[in-house]
């Protein structure tokens, strides 16, 4: 990727006259924070369609989230398992990863499920779209095998008692942290509560 430093309004705005024309059916964001959410919100004609960025439950982005979804734009949720790539960095020393946490595997325990179909099921019950990475058929297959149970109450608010605050980010996108327009310069809540 070669960034650029055209402003990302100009960019979205020729996408807007592309879907006019009927180019293109929707037009949708990837790793935009909600303050850039906001300026397109506020500055464009066409609503965004979608937001692609990462949530999982050390990393839930609510406040990001409640934006999109008050503006009926899908929260399109990448690395919803957490990555088990990136754990094995020393960034990320002081957490197990989400496969591996202690209240995700109790609570798979309960329903009979493997962690992963809780750290998705509990992401699907907030109406986010939820991309899980993997190369391994049976785990694709299992993947959909979130259908025949539900999280209750209890179980909704340990998993979200897990939340980092922005501290467990799988992908940072750290080569382009120079970049006027780079996203994760800043924490997505900024209430602690949030």
Same mark, same amino acid.
């Given at each position: 990727?070669?960034?650029?430093d055209?402003d990302y309004? !100009?960019?979205?705005?020729?996408?807007?006259? /592309?879907?006019?024309?009927? =180019?293109?059916?929707?037009?949708? /964001?990837?790793n935009?924070?909600?303050?850039?959410t906001?300026?397109?919100v !506020?500055?464009?004609s066409?609503?965004? &369609?979608? #937001?692609q960025f990462? +949530?999982?439950v @050390?990393?839930?982005?609510? !406040? *990001? +989230?409640?934006?999109?979804?008050?503006?009926?734009? +899908?929260?399109v949720?990448?690395s919803?398992l957490?990555? #088990?790539?990136? %754990?094995?960095?020393?960034d990320?020393i002081?957490?197990p990863?989400?496969l591996?946490?202690?209240?995700v595997k109790k609570?798979a $325990?309960?329903?009979?499920?493997?962690?992963?179909?809780?750290l998705?099921?509990? /992401? *699907?019950q907030?109406?986010? +779209?939820?991309?899980? =990475?993997?190369?391994? =058929?049976?785990?694709?297959?299992s993947?959909?095998e979130?259908?025949?149970?539900t999280l209750?109450k $209890?179980? /909704? %608010?340990?998993?979200? &008692?897990?939340? =980092?605050?922005? $501290?467990?980010?799988?992908w %940072?996108m750290?080569?382009d942290?120079?970049?006027?327009?780079?996203p994760?310069?800043?924490? @997505?809540? %900024?209430n602690p509560?949030d």
């Amino acid at each position: 990727m070669i960034p650029s430093d055209i402003d990302y309004l !100009e960019t979205y705005r020729a996408l807007e006259e /592309l879907q006019k024309a009927g =180019k293109l059916k929707n037009i949708g /964001l990837s790793n935009f924070n909600i303050e850039q959410t906001r300026r397109v919100v !506020e500055n464009c004609s066409i609503a965004p &369609s979608s #937001n692609q960025f990462e +949530v999982h439950v @050390y990393l839930q982005n609510r !406040e *990001l +989230v409640n934006y999109c979804k008050s503006q009926n734009i +899908v929260v399109v949720a990448y690395s919803p398992l957490g990555s #088990n790539e990136r %754990t094995k960095s020393a960034d990320f020393i002081a957490f197990p990863p989400p496969l591996e946490d202690a209240v995700v595997k109790k609570i798979a $325990d309960k329903h009979k499920k493997l962690p992963g179909h809780v750290l998705l099921k509990f /992401l *699907l019950q907030q109406d986010l +779209v939820v991309i899980p =990475k993997s190369s391994n =058929k049976e785990r694709l297959k299992s993947n959909l095998e979130l259908f025949d149970f539900t999280l209750d109450k $209890d179980d /909704l %608010t340990q998993l979200a &008692s897990l939340d =980092k605050k922005g $501290d467990y980010r799988c992908w %940072t996108m750290g080569r382009d942290a120079d970049h006027k327009y780079y996203p994760f310069d800043r924490k @997505y809540a %900024t209430n602690p509560s949030d």
